[in-house]
Nanobody, 125 residues
Framework: QVQLVESGGGSVQDGGSLTLSCALS????????MGWFRQAPGKEREGVAE???????NYADSVKGRFAISKDNAKNTLYLQMNSLKPEDTAMYYC???????????????????WGQGTQVTVAS
């Protein structure tokens, strides 16, 4: 099993920055693909970014050029650096992992087995 715990959420002004962290524990061999998702009230869950075991990354068009996903394997921690935040980025952000390599293209939550509890990000206009 894999346990994921997110942190780093909070409230920022339009144009601000935040860095989310996701601590990974348990059977870390089952985390070849890790990703970040978000869900705003009344909206469907959206894949934001994913990173494969070889370090290759994939982003949703809505965050390209603003967000950066990275992983520190020594610390078993996944990060999401979020810059130029907009009010529409307001959502609960979730970390996810799966033992299979990332599929690329559309970041699909159905491809991920393990999920964290989420951390709230609020961007004020």
């Amino acid at each position: 099993q894999v346990q994921l715990v997110e942190s780093g959420g909070g409230s920022v002004q339009d144009g601000g920055s935040l860095t989310l962290s996701c601590a990974l524990s348990g059977d870390t061999s089952k985390s070849n693909c890790m990703g970040w998702f978000r869900q705003a009230p009344g909206k469907e869950r959206e894949g934001v970014a994913e990173i494969d075991s070889d370090g290759s990354t994939n982003y949703a068009d809505s965050v390209k050029g603003r967000f950066a996903i990275s992983k520190d394997n020594a610390k078993n921690t996944l990060y999401l650096q979020m810059n130029s935040l907009k009010p529409e980025d307001t959502a609960m952000y979730y970390c996810a992992a799966d033992e299979w390599d990332c599929s690329g293209g559309y970041i699909n939550g159905a491809d991920f087995t393990y999920w964290g509890q989420g951390t709230q990000v609020t961007v004020a206009s």
